[in-house]
């Protein structure tokens, strides 16, 4: 078993609860309440910078010259995220100056936190980041109304250009170790995808310091 | 008054004409430089620019939000930009950028470039030299442009509107790092005047040039 697969494995029983989490549900059911969307932009433009901080972060202490341009292929999509959610909050009037709430903060530390242990735990955090992204949005693409507000926002992070970079990630993440994941990269893998759901139940429930 | 970056600049000015006279860059100019010569800068300038990309990496993982998008574009630009040009003059050049070895001259800098990028303002002040140099030599070559079309087609990138607007906010940032007390004078200065000698002694290249000595 590859690396990646066997870091999803590992984490394989919080996985339902990444695609029937509500706050995916309601998007893909087109009834996501309007405060929980302001919150949503709002709380991921914010994660966002910080995620491309990380990204960056991870750039930088890649082992390889090669590993280097796989991660840094990252921060393009993250900019044209950055974009889109900005576009959008224009567009709705949601304002993105608001102090991000204590899981956002937490997630984010986290992430910048990790890269103090090392390339290895801090690749296998970027690809769970990216692997339950692409797998949350794409499940619910086919079902989204396309003149929904958010339907920017989900047509980007389950497109193409995610879906080939995070194949490019996957390769990386068996390289990076061969031998199966380290318990390092366990860790890390779960905890991303469990930050995941409480940021996104952070936003549902409007999380407040 | 004049800014930080205005300081430096004029600082600067004597080490940007100390380049234009070395045997590599008046080469260039005349367009008669030995092709092996620059096929050995081309090498080196290959490998200093991957650790450069790592370096607006390592910064960005640290910058204001203010700067963050732009430490963003310059890692992207400098990848898909400036590595694409040495990519295409490698053939005609015979280089081999994947199998060369850093010399004495791209070591120190690299080092000194990723080492300055743990503290945010210094690494700043660090890469001024390199941007607003390379800049300011391609707008000097460009008066003039070599006869050799290869060598033209490398003056010509460093000439362009677009590396100068890159080169221009490399040093706004530089400015507004001061600003917002991320960097004091007398560290930019130091940085800078590393950074500026660093990048003299990088046309200089492994092989040809030092064998001769």
């Known amino acids: 078993m590859s ?21 995916l549900r309601n998007i893909a059911d087109g009834d996501l309440d309007d405060a929980v969307f302001r ?13 491309e901080r990380f990204t960056a972060g991870l ?27 900005a576009r959008t909050a224009r567009r709705h009037k949601v304002d993105l100056d608001v102090e991000p709430g204590p899981t956002t903060i937490g997630f984010s530390s986290y992430l910048r936190a990790l890269l103090t242990t090392g390339y290895e735990p801090s690749v296998a955090a970027l690809y769970s980041a990216e692997k339950v992204y692409f797998d949350a949005w794409s499940a619910i693409e086919p079902k989204t109304n396309h003149s929904a507000p958010y339907w920017p926002l989900v047509e980007n992070f389950s497109s193409e250009r995610t879906a080939d970079a995070l194949a490019a990630l996957t390769l990386l ?29 952070a936003i549902y429930v409007g999380e407040t310091w | 008054m004049a800014s930080l970056s205005d300081r430096l600049v004029e600082r600067g000015l004597p080490g940007v004409w100390a ?30 620019l991957l650790d450069y990309v790592r370096v607006f990496s390592r910064l960005a993982s640290h910058a204001p939000d203010q700067h963050l998008g732009d430490l963003v574009d310059l890692a992207y630009a400098t ?43 210094r690494g700043l002040a660090g890469l001024l030299p390199c941007m607003w140099g390379y ?41 507004e790092a001061h600003e917002w007390t991320l960097l004091d004078e007398p560290t930019a200065i130091a940085a800078f005047d590393e950074a500026m000698r660093l990048e003299l002694a990088f046309w200089t290249v492994p092989g040809p040039m030092t064998e001769a000595e």
């Open chain 1, 39 to 51: 919150r949503w932009v709002a709380a991921d433009h914010a994660f966002n910078v910080e995620y």
């Open chain 1, 59 to 85: 750039m930088s202490i890649a082992p390889t010259q090669h590993a280097a341009e796989v991660v840094g292929n990252h921060l393009a999509p993250n900019r044209v995220n950055l974009e889109v959610l």
């Open chain 2, 19 to 48: 380049q234009l006279a070395h045997p590599t860059v008046a080469g260039i100019a005349r367009g008669d430089l030995d092709p092996e010569i620059f096929r050995s800068w081309l090498e080196q300038d290959y490998l200093f």
């Open chain 1, 173 to 201: 993440v068996n390289n990076a170790a061969p031998d199966g994941p380290s318990a390092a990269m366990r860790t890390a893998f779960s905890r991303v995808v469990r930050f995941e759901l409480l940021f996104w139940t």
């Open chain 2, 135 to 175: 800049s300011t030599l391609g707008q000097l070559l460009a008066e003039r442009p070599p006869p050799d079309p290869r060598y033209a087609r490398w003056v010509a990138t460093y000439a362009d509107p677009g590396f100068t607007a890159l080169a221009r906010r490399c040093a706004q940032m530089v400015d």
């Open chain 1, 3 to 23: 690396t990646a697969r066997a870091l999803i494995a590992s984490s394989a029983s919080l996985w339902p609860r990444v695609t029937s989490h509500p706050f």
């Open chain 2, 79 to 121: 990848w898909h930009d400036e590595l694409e040009l040495h990519r295409g003059l490698a053939a005609e050049f015979g280089a081999d950028l994947l199998g060369a070895i850093k010399g004495e001259p791209c070591i120190a800098y690299t080092e000194f470039l990723l080492a300055a990028a743990g503290d945010y303002g």
